[in-house]
């Protein structure tokens, strides 16, 4: 018999696919897992138990949730439901403001957003784009999208862009230069619809005041035209209740960029540089506004646009990027880059995080890095789920948190998975945080707090991932006279709830009346439903003296656990799970928290196994106290 010692010192590797227990030679399966969930990967190697949910406030229905950092100590969460949005300032359970919007629960996906200084912007091509303004603390307006007007002759000329609807080849004409005229087109151009809508003849405009026929109409000039000479320069609104609002929206440049229309789903309009409102594409002025379609050998209805080093459009056959120093129309250059595509059935920003920029692939499946490289002095693309899409089938939501670095991704199954993720320390670790009795339907990081949008037995709910809890749907409060009966639980009516008193585990309770019934009076109390943490490796590699055997027969002589700040642990060795004691306390009921354990824990295995897929042990917790793992040594014997 061969003794064999295996050293786990990181799953940096993260959770990896089941298709992969038979690739021990790559690099991922010596630092992966089987199975970690509800926990953290640590950038150094170990994993923690994740953080719990903090119950924020109820909300009335489906909703989706938008960060909104107006400074670095001023952060808000916009939660938009059915013609409402609600704003929270992170730790208040009641909104700072309560707004009528357009955005109805038809809207919520396919809705994208982008922020500068106090103004958050808001589109959805069916509704017109919206700016949310704070002004004040307490004090926030829904506005329409301000695009600049000039005023001429006391009209006033809407600089928005324009573009051709119809026969590319339609010709127009007027019958005078001032005044009411009428319009007239070599091709069935106009519709009842187009009364009220504006035309743009070699860049002066008119408004449609009566209808003919498909045409002939009458406009009014709003300007002096240039002469009454059959001409091809001509153009409508390309944003209007006719044709359709933004897609996407970004600030790129000193510029304000709409991708893509209801209409026009493959065209880019950049805005006048310093003048994010205004489109107006006066020829010869560096400054002017841009616009210009997607032209490719697939369909490129854009999904989103993001700013980075280059203005970068995600459609729904590939990527592209714009460039240009400085951006201008002479100098605007197109190119396509990858051909991956984005989902088009519900919106997902594209996240910026390192230097890259994730974006969900068609269907949502598959999170994508989009990095740059000097060497090609191009973008590349490298599926960041290749390895997990077990966790992560299909992307609906992501989010980022800097200060932890961790990315969080909403999937179609309601759940939300982690991805550490530190690119030149070569770590790339994904683990999935299941939220018990309630599936996660939205994520937000304003600041550095991350929001879930929860839909739980009682409703759907604003719940905040909070280190100081272990629970979920939690609250935690404090009585200078120790009490027994503790409320303020209506989110969880008649629902079996988990309590930490005074820092000890308590039994089970049930809620009823909004309240719960402790066995004995507590100062301090966390109450909310209880989630259970797994962490079990990938299947072992053992060799006996004649190599590598996945067939051999292996017996677990004893496992060392390296923990820090360990309160409960409950460990698998093969004989089904037991608690470890991790100190002299014994029992779920106990006078004094029990005290956290740093350093090694030896445990004995017993019996002998074959060297399959199953895992040689398995770690559990559920009791809402920490746990963080920093390492595993399992001492082996291994039949020749």
């Not at 053992?542 to 996945?550: C, T």
């Not at 923990?563 to 460990?571: D, F, M, N, V, Y």
């Given at each position: 018999m061969?003794?064999?010692?295996?050293?786990?010192?990181?799953?940096?590797?993260?959770?990896?696919?089941?298709?992969?227990?038979?690739?021990?030679?790559?690099?991922?399966?010596?630092?992966?897992?089987?199975?970690?969930?509800?926990?953290?990967?640590?950038?150094?190697?170990?994993?923690?138990?994740?953080?719990?949910?903090?119950?924020?406030?109820?909300?009335?229905?489906a909703g989706r949730l938008v960060a909104f950092d107006f400074n670095a100590q001023q952060t808000y969460v916009v939660a938009a439901t059915d013609g409402e949005l609600r704003i929270f300032l992170p730790g208040d359970s009641v909104p700072d403001a309560t707004l009528t919007s357009p955005f109805l629960a038809d809207h919520l996906d396919g809705m994208d957003w982008t922020q500068?200084?106090?103004?958050?912007?808001?589109?959805?091509?069916?509704?017109?784009?919206?700016?949310?303004v704070r002004r004040d603390?307490?004090?926030?307006?829904?506005?329409?999208?301000?695009?600049?007007?000039?005023a001429h002759a006391g009209n006033q000329i809407r600089r928005v862009p324009f573009a051709k609807f119809g026969p590319a080849e339609a010709r127009v004409k007027v019958n005078a230069t001032t005044g009411t005229v009428t319009l007239s087109s070599t091709a069935e151009l106009f519709a009842p619809s187009h009364v009220g809508r504006r035309f743009e003849l070699k860049g002066r405009q008119v408004e449609i005041t009566g209808f003919g026929d498909s045409r002939n109409v009458t406009v009014r000039c709003l300007e002096d035209l240039a002469d009454t000479e059959l001409t091809g320069d001509w153009g409508e609104e390309a944003v209007s209740p006719l044709r359709g609002w933004p897609r996407s929206v970004v600030f790129h440049k000193d510029r304000l960029v709409l991708g893509g229309t209801r209409d026009l789903p493959h065209h880019v309009f950049l805005s006048r540089a310093g003048a994010l409102f205004d489109f107006d594409t006066d020829e010869g002025q560096d400054d002017a506004a841009i616009d210009f379609p997607l032209m490719g050998d697939r369909v490129n209805a854009i999904q989103s646009v993001s700013s980075a080093r280059h203005l970068q459009i995600f459609t729904s056959g590939g990527e592209w990027i714009v460039s240009g120093e400085p951006l201008t129309p002479t100098s605007v250059e197109v190119r396509p880059q990858t051909q991956i595509g984005s989902r088009a059935d519900r919106h997902v920003p594209p996240l910026s995080v390192d230097g890259a920029t994730m974006f969900a692939g068609p269907d949502g499946e598959g999170l994508y890095e989009f990095l740059y490289t000097d060497l090609e002095q191009a973008y590349n693309t490298i599926d960041l789920t290749l390895l997990v899409r077990h966790l992560a089938p299909s992307i609906r939501e992501t989010s980022y948190d800097r200060l932890r670095r961790l990315l969080y991704v909403v999937t179609e199954a309601r759940e939300l998975?982690?991805?550490?993720?530190?690119?030149?320390e070569q770590v790339t670790a994904w683990s999935l945080c299941a939220s018990v009795g309630g599936k996660i339907e939205s994520v937000a990081t304003p600041g550095s707090r991350t929001f879930v949008l929860v839909d739980r037995p009682a409703g759907k709910a604003i719940e905040e991932l909070d280190d100081a809890l272990q629970v979920d749907a939690g609250l935690s409060?404090?009585?200078?006279?120790?009490?027994?009966?503790?409320?303020?639980?209506?989110?969880?009516?008649?629902?079996?709830?988990?309590?930490?008193?005074?820092?000890?585990?308590?039994?089970?309770?049930?809620?009823?009346?909004?309240?719960?019934?402790?066995?004995r009076p507590a100062s301090q109390v966390v109450i909310g439903k209880s989630f259970r943490h797994e962490v079990a490796p990938l299947p072992p590699v053992?060799?006996?003296?004649?190599?590598?055997?996945?067939?051999a027969a292996v017996r677990l002589i004893e496992t060392t656990l390296r923990?820090?700040?360990?309160?409960?642990?409950?460990?698998d060795l093969g004989g089904g799970l037991r608690a470890v004691p991790l100190s002299a306390f014994a029992g779920p009921l106990l006078d004094a928290p029990p005290p956290s354990f740093s350093g090694d824990k030896r445990v004995r295995g017993t019996g002998w196994r074959r060297a399959d897929t199953a895992p040689l042990w398995r770690l559990e917790g559920e009791a809402p106290l920490p746990m963080t793992l920093l390492s595993v040594t399992n001492e082996l014997k291994v039949n020749d």
């Open positions: 061969s003794r064999v010692i295996q050293h786990k010192t990181s799953f940096t590797g993260g959770e990896i696919s089941p298709d992969l227990y038979g690739r021990d030679d790559l690099r991922v399966y010596g630092n992966g897992a089987a199975r970690l969930r509800n926990v953290i990967v640590r950038p150094t190697g170990g994993i923690s138990r994740r953080p719990g949910l903090r119950h924020v406030a109820d909300l009335p229905g500068s200084a106090d103004t958050l912007l808001l589109v959805h091509p069916e509704v017109p784009p919206k700016q949310l603390v307490g004090d926030w307006r829904l506005e329409d999208l301000p695009f600049a007007e000039d998975a982690c991805l550490t993720q530190y690119r030149a409060g404090t009585a200078e006279t120790p009490a027994s009966t503790w409320s303020g639980l209506d989110h969880l009516e008649g629902e079996e709830v988990v309590v930490l008193a005074d820092g000890c585990p308590r039994g089970p309770a049930v809620v009823s009346g909004g309240a719960v019934v402790l066995d053992v060799a006996n003296n004649s190599g590598r055997d996945s067939a923990l820090s700040e360990t309160a409960q642990i409950e460990l």
